[in-house]
């Protein structure tokens, strides 16, 4: 990504706050451009952003702009999409969008930009918090975190090369895949954690909170990513929904084994279930360092 490049910001949540207090910090001399859908949510950008011409009108925040980036939730991302191509932008603008959830983005997104010439790049940052808004930004989020692109088989070299320098430029690892491998391994380490620490903390407190008192760091670290923004994970969990669901039996069956070896109860086996769960959870490499390459099946 030149670092002459104009770059537009919309919505600017937590991924789009973050990205543009990165962008402040690692590209200087970009021309920086974000736009919100209320003026008041653009006034903790100019507090924490002062370089960036914040705007409401869409055209001015694609106007000349050579990469633009969709923070909004994915149900959104259709309209934002065919504002942009009912506008004049430049030929070389780059879209692309930093949702959790690719299918229905690239089917949904991509053509209305494709008709006006506009190149759509899904990207996916494995960045982010339970916590929302500007508020929680900042400019550290994607260094050494995972960017998940998912460039289709028309999409020009040269868009990818540039959408892949720009991730690289604030410290991302990029990987490439289809949506469809997108949304599979995303359903496997992100959405499903996100419903398993939903279920955990209903099971837990539902029948009675006062137990909380009792809760250590275990409790907190499995369930804090059921803090997140219910709104949100809704859109998630229905748009990536046959993947959840696919993932979701395969605990339930696991969770049916376990019931049955402590119904039994069986030693033998349960203490064969949790070493398989162990070392599978032991192949999770340290925070900020890459996962290695692992073959199908090769942990027994």
Same mark, same amino acid.
Do not use: Y
């Given at each position: 990504?030149?670092?002459?490049?104009?770059?537009?910001?919309?919505?600017?949540?937590?991924?789009?706050?973050?990205?543009?207090?990165?962008?402040?910090?690692?590209?200087?001399?970009?021309?920086?451009?974000?736009?919100?859908?209320?003026?008041?949510?653009?006034?903790?950008?100019?507090?924490?952003?002062?370089?960036?011409?914040?705007?409401?009108?869409?055209?001015?925040?694609?106007?000349?702009?050579?990469?633009?980036?969709?923070?909004?939730? #994915?149900?959104?991302?259709?309209?934002?999409?065919?504002?942009?191509?009912?506008?004049? #932008?430049?030929?070389?603008?780059?879209?692309?969008?930093?949702?959790?959830?690719?299918?229905?983005?690239?089917?949904?997104?991509?053509?209305?930009?494709?008709? +006006?010439?506009?190149?759509?790049?899904?990207?996916?940052?494995?960045?982010?918090?339970?916590?929302?808004?500007?508020?929680?930004?900042?400019?550290?989020?994607?260094?050494?975190?995972?960017?998940?692109?998912?460039?289709?088989?028309?999409?020009?070299?040269?868009?990818?090369?540039?959408?892949?320098?720009?991730?690289?430029?604030?410290?991302?690892?990029?990987?490439?895949?289809?949506?469809?491998?997108?949304?599979?391994?995303?359903?496997?380490?992100?959405?499903?954690?996100?419903?398993?620490? #939903?279920?955990?903390?209903?099971?837990?407190?539902?029948?009675?909170?006062?137990?909380?008192?009792?809760?250590?760091?275990?409790?907190?670290?499995?369930?804090?990513?059921?803090?997140?923004?219910?709104?949100?994970?809704?859109?998630?969990?229905?748009?990536?929904?046959?993947?959840?669901?696919?993932?979701?039996?395969?605990?339930? &069956?696991?969770?049916?084994?376990?019931?049955?070896?402590?119904? +039994?109860?069986?030693?033998?086996?349960?203490?064969?279930?949790?070493?398989?769960?162990? &070392?599978?959870?032991?192949?999770?490499?340290?925070?900020?360092?890459?996962?290695?390459?692992?073959?199908?099946?090769?942990?027994?």
């Amino acid at each position: 990504m030149n670092q002459e490049s104009c770059i537009a910001i919309l919505a600017p949540g937590l991924l789009g706050g973050s990205l543009a207090l990165a962008i402040q910090e690692t590209l200087p001399k970009a021309t920086l451009h974000v736009w919100a859908r209320r003026a008041e949510a653009l006034d903790e950008v100019r507090a924490r952003v002062p370089r960036a011409i914040c705007t409401t009108d869409i055209a001015t925040a694609v106007g000349g702009a050579t990469l633009a980036i969709l923070c909004m939730p #994915v149900p959104h991302m259709r309209a934002a999409a065919q504002q942009i191509a009912s506008v004049p #932008v430049s030929s070389q603008l780059i879209v692309t969008d930093v949702g959790s959830v690719k299918g229905s983005v690239m089917t949904g997104v991509a053509p209305l930009l494709a008709e +006006q010439g506009i190149s759509f790049i899904g990207s996916h940052p494995m960045a982010g918090s339970h916590a929302t808004g500007m508020a929680a930004a900042r400019a550290d989020l994607f260094e050494k975190a995972a960017c998940l692109l998912t460039p289709e088989e028309n999409t020009p070299a040269t868009a990818l090369g540039r959408l892949r320098a720009f991730w690289t430029a604030l410290g991302c690892r990029v990987l490439e895949m289809s949506p469809a491998e997108h949304d599979r391994a995303v359903a496997r380490i992100s959405h499903l954690p996100h419903a398993m620490a #939903v279920l955990t903390t209903l099971a837990a407190l539902a029948p009675d909170p006062a137990v909380l008192a009792c809760s250590a760091g275990g409790f907190r670290d499995t369930t804090r990513v059921a803090a997140g923004d219910p709104a949100m994970w809704t859109g998630i969990l229905r748009d990536n929904r046959t993947e959840v669901t696919a993932a979701l039996r395969d605990a339930a &069956s696991g969770l049916s084994r376990l019931l049955e070896m402590l119904d +039994q109860p069986d030693d033998t086996a349960l203490l064969q279930f949790l070493t398989r769960a162990k &070392s599978l959870r032991d192949l999770l490499p340290p925070p900020g360092t890459s996962a290695p390459e692992i073959r199908p099946n090769s942990i027994e």
